[in-house]
């Protein structure tokens, strides 16, 4: 049974890097074809797909975050990460890892996820 885990700060200022890791349990990361993923959920807001990272450690990043992503992991802790620079209090959302046996891009069907960590944005 594969179980993601997600870690990091709950509170980050504005301009700095938004930094989270999750780690996965039960499965590898580096499972041919598999893909995991960073998705996030503002208040009152849909799901926002922001990018994945395949087993072979290629990533994909939404284009209207990509600036500012960096999706990387270390194989050693079974662990993929993100970091999102120059966040501002919209980036303020409910930051979920998620993971599929297959290739996923966007909002599609995943077959494990995290439970999700609160991240606000604030001074």
């Known amino acids: 049974q594969v179980q993601l885990q997600e870690s990091g700060p709950g509170l980050v200022k504005p301009s700095q890097t938004l930094s989270l890791t999750c780690t996965v349990s039960?499965?590898?990361?580096?499972?041919?074809?598999?893909?995991w993923t960073w998705i996030r959920q503002p208040p009152g807001k849909g799901r926002e797909w922001i990018g994945v990272?395949?087993?072979?450690?290629?990533?994909i990043y939404s284009p209207s975050l990509q600036s500012r992503t960096f999706i990387s992991r270390d194989l050693s802790k079974n662990q993929f990460s993100l970091q999102l620079s120059s966040v501002t209090p919209e980036d303020t959302a409910v930051y979920y890892c998620?993971?599929?046996?297959?290739?996923?891009?966007?909002?599609?069907?995943?077959?494990?996820w995290g439970q999700g960590t609160q991240v606000t944005v604030s001074s």
């Open positions: 998620a993971g599929a046996p297959r290739l996923r891009i966007g909002l599609q069907e995943y077959d494990y």
């Open positions: 039960g499965g590898s990361i580096t499972t041919t074809y598999s893909s």
């Open positions: 990272i395949a087993s072979d450690g290629s990533t």
